[in-house]
């Protein structure tokens, strides 16, 4: 092959990415999405596009749904007996609420972190490996080995747990704790990490490092995160979804949401003014 039959083999691999692909691009994709419990409508006709390999973060004051909202996206709700959701939610286009969809494979890609630091009481290494065993992803002792490490280190908790892998994950300090539960979600290859209020339960510097591996993350995984700060959507996000009393009032960059936002409960909110 001379140089130019190679660049031009090359370059047909090469995807061109426009900025209107960029603009519509979309990971999930939430249409016309109503959650009830029982007879309480929590969640009011959520359209909303969430952009791959980002994070979004949803905020808004306590109990507008945004804890509901997200667990829309990993069908946890279907765990709540009086719950009904409706409307479309859809992954790379498919229905994540289509029968064929298995809700133990779903919640594999799309994985959740919860508000306070959930470790199973097992050793550092079973919390990690356990997700990987029941979904058949390592063959042998050495693969479990490796997926265990990889996911550790992604978590930006390999140094301190790599002596002590055998130790209870219970006896790690709080934010390790959230780390090692960072590390059991991705151990399963997720494409999507949805976060609860994840650093609620932390200190500021256990919160910094969680902050600071968002940012990492972001890289590979899509990341939707729940927060009550605002500061703490301003520093992780690229785009932010506001709810209010189970609306989405608006979804924009975060920069601009932050700045110049177009409705006026937003700007309320950012200014502390309810919530
Ligand atoms: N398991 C549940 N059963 C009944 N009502 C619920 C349940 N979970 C949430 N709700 C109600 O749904 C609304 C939204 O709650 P939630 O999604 O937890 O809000 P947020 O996460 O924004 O604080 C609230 O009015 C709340 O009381
Ligand atoms: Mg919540």
Known sequence: ??????????????????KADVMTESKISAKNVQVFYGEKHAIKDVNIEIRPRSVT????????????????INRMNDTIDICRVEGDIAIDGENVYDPKVDPVQLRAKVGMVFQKPNPFPKTIYENVAYGPRIHGLARKKSEMDEIVATSLQKAGLWNEVKDRLDAPGTGLSGGQQQRLCIARAVAVSP?????D???SALDPI??????ELIHELRENYTIVIVTHSMQQAARVSQ????????????????????????????QDYIMGRFG
Do not use: Y
């Open 1 to 18: 092959m001379n140089d130019a039959t190679m660049n031009n083999a090359l370059m047909s691999n090469v995807k061109t990415t426009t």
């Open 57 to 72: 973060a949803f905020i808004g004051p306590s109990g507008c749904g945004k804890s509901t909202f997200l667990r829309c």
């Open 191 to 195: 494409e999507v990490i949805l976060m």
């Open 197 to 199: 209020e994840p650093c």
């Open 206 to 211: 256990a919160t910094a490092k969680v902050e």
């Open 239 to 266: 785009r932010t979804a506001m709810f209010h009393l189970g609306e989405l009032v608006e979804e924009d960059d975060t920069d601009k949401m932050f700045t110049n936002p177009n409705d006026q409960r937003t």
